[in-house]
């Protein structure tokens, strides 16, 4: 009960919020730098992964968990990005292993990382 609480809380539209702002952002810059500039798409996506995480971390910091920005929090909430990254990942490739269709792993992925996140952010990226 006290976990679900704490996933309707509005901390959590918050953070779901900027989320969905930070999504937009990395697919504004991926576009305008695949149509635009023509660089590779791996660079293109780490570049928008790189500016998107930036905006994130400020945005978190003042709209959501209302903490003071600092390198050592940022460094923690890059970590903290990375290892959502990697649990994406992981869940992708086990559905994959399964032979399950790749819409399943997104399920699973829009379904459990986004909270995984949130808790890893408010229990120790944003710790005060």
Do not use: D, Q
Not at 99 to 109: C, E, P, Q
């Amino acid at each position: 009960m006290k976990l679900l609480k704490a996933v309707i809380s509005s901390e959590f539209l918050r953070f779901a919020l900027v989320g969905g702002v930070n999504t937009l952002l990395h697919a504004i810059i991926l576009t305008c730098l695949m149509e635009s500039v023509f660089i590779n798409v791996v660079f293109a996506n780490f570049f928008a992964f790189l500016i998107a995480n930036v905006f994130s971390y400020f945005m978190n910091c003042n709209f959501t968990f209302k903490v003071r920005p600092g390198l050592r929090g940022y460094a923690k909430f890059l970590s903290s990005s990375l290892l959502a990254l990697i649990l994406t990942l992981a869940i992708s490739a086990l559905v994959g292993y399964m032979g399950y269709h790749y819409l399943i792993g997104f399920l699973f992925v829009i379904l459990l990382v986004p909270v995984i996140s949130y808790f890893m952010m408010k229990l120790w990226a944003f710790r005060n």
